[in-house]
């Protein structure tokens, strides 16, 4: 090995850590990682704080998102909109399980990004035909987030990282340093209807346009010696830094479906169609070898993605001023394939490294003082959609929110909740750990 082949091995480092970019595909392992797998972003206040089980729950102009055949249960125009706060705090340490390889020491740091963004907003009209109520909705919300941020230290013993360049002389890897920083959000702009086929069922639709963007800055640095004969040990140093934006565009549309009996059992359900994204990056990587002149090197890339068809189902249960509600939603990201010319020839090896999804939240509302003020509490579980010998734990969120109504036109929302994952790289015995808090505040208005 010599150090024109270090540009993949780092690609595989940081990779693995956890900082890749919007996709990193290294040709030794043949990874793919696709930040917008498993990344879907809930937005309402009230939503978050049941723990996203908001299909059969929402009666508001976010209909339009969660499920466009409640549209149907709008008795008035509403505008609404949302601010989302997000804080996304980053940590590697050592894995409690030994690796099969022997690893490097891993020392325990943390990193920290905060983000404030106009979350959603809505609006949504009733009309009337007859018997029957129909509804039509439009709008914007981020619907997928993918801030991430690492940064890590791994120090190698003596004689753990050889680079042999010829017969006499040979270089020892003894730091590596990297730090990552990745920001960025799908934006899906909405419009649909939703209305009533009887007393008692609902449908709706949408047509979805998705656009968003992805900056990501990364930094690497490795340190050693180089020994030549019997000369004394030379410090080498290399350092790496890249920034890259990606903007990414697709359609899709959502179908869906909500069964009210009565007052006090609701039973829904929604199907999001699959999307090709088309991505377009540019890409600036400077090098720098033992502090000498930077070179510097530019890249532009396109490539077509397409994104797996999505699942929910979701049924709500209500007694008085109690209402129970539960969502579960499936997605098998073993599925995501690229249709372009080139990144196509990949895609069996694509589809080995991802895994399906399941997330199921749950959540229950107390409304109290003639529904003046609602008290809300949710759980929610989804699995990382990437193969098991990566995942360390799945994510777990908790949630609590409140709602106020003023005057019955004007409503608040608040809702914060906390998760948690863990992913791990078992070759080095490498482990990072992600927290992320949210606090959404949701305002709407309705004229009569």
Do not use: C
């Amino acid at each position: 090995m010599n150090w024109k082949a270090w540009p993949a091995v780092a690609t595989l480092l940081y990779a693995l850590a956890g900082g890749a970019s919007a996709q990193t595909f290294d040709l030794i392992g043949a990874q793919f990682y696709e930040p917008i797998a498993g990344s879907y972003s809930l937005h309402h206040a009230r939503s978050v704080a049941l723990g996203g089980a908001y299909t059969t729950m929402v009666q508001d102009a976010s209909a339009l998102w969660y499920n466009p055949a409640a549209l149907a249960r709008l008795g008035r125009t509403e505008i609404q909109t949302e601010v989302d706060y997000n804080r996304i705090e980053g940590e590697s340490l050592d894995l409690t399980a030994a690796p099969a390889a022997p690893p490097p020491t891993v020392d325990s740091t943390s990193a920290l990004l905060t983000a404030t963004r106009l979350g959603s907003a809505y609006l949504a009209i009733p009309l009337k035909n007859g018997a029957s109520d129909w509804a039509l909705g439009m709008g914007m919300a981020v619907v997928y987030n993918m801030d991430r941020v690492l940064v890590g230290d791994l120090t190698f013993a003596p004689g753990d990282f050889v680079d042999v360049l010829d017969s006499t002389t040979t270089e020892e890897i003894h730091d590596y340093e990297f730090s990552d920083d990745q920001r960025g959000v799908v934006r899906a702009w909405q419009f649909g209807a939703g209305g009533k086929l009887s007393p008692h069922v609902m449908v709706g639709a949408a047509g979805v346009y998705y656009y968003g963007s992805l900056d990501f800055t990364s930094r690497t640095t490795f340190s050693g010696l180089r020994f030549e004969g019997s000369n004394p040990a030379i410090p080498v140093r290399w350092d790496i830094s890249t920034t890259s934006r990606e903007t990414m565009r697709g359609w899709g549309g959502h179908a869906s479906f909500l069964w009210q009996p009565g007052p006090m059992l609701a039973i829904g359900g929604i199907l999001r169609s699959p999307v090709t994204y088309t991505i377009d990056t540019d890409r600036l990587v400077t090098e720098t070898r033992d502090l000498g002149t930077p070179t510097q090197y530019t890249e532009a890339t396109t490539r077509k993605l397409k994104v797996p068809l999505t699942v929910t189902a979701g049924a709500s249960l209500g007694l008085g001023g109690l209402r129970v509600t539960g969502d579960a939603s499936y997605t098998d990201w073993s599925q995501l394939e690229y249709t372009d010319s080139f990144l196509s020839q990949y895609n069996d090896s694509l589809r080995l490294f991802y895994a399906d999804e399941l997330a199921v939240g749950v959540g229950a509302e107390l409304a109290m003082f003639q529904r003046a003020i609602s008290f809300r509490g949710g759980r929610r579980y989804a699995t990382v959609p990437y193969e098991d010998h990566l995942i360390v734990d799945d994510r777990l969120t908790y949630s609590a929110g409140i709602g106020f109504v003023f005057d019955r036109v004007m409503s608040l929302d608040v809702g914060a909740s906390l998760s948690e994952w863990r992913g791990s790289n078992p070759v080095w015995g490498f482990d990072e750990r992600y927290t992320r808090t949210r606090i959404l505040v949701t305002a709407a208005y309705g004229f009569s």
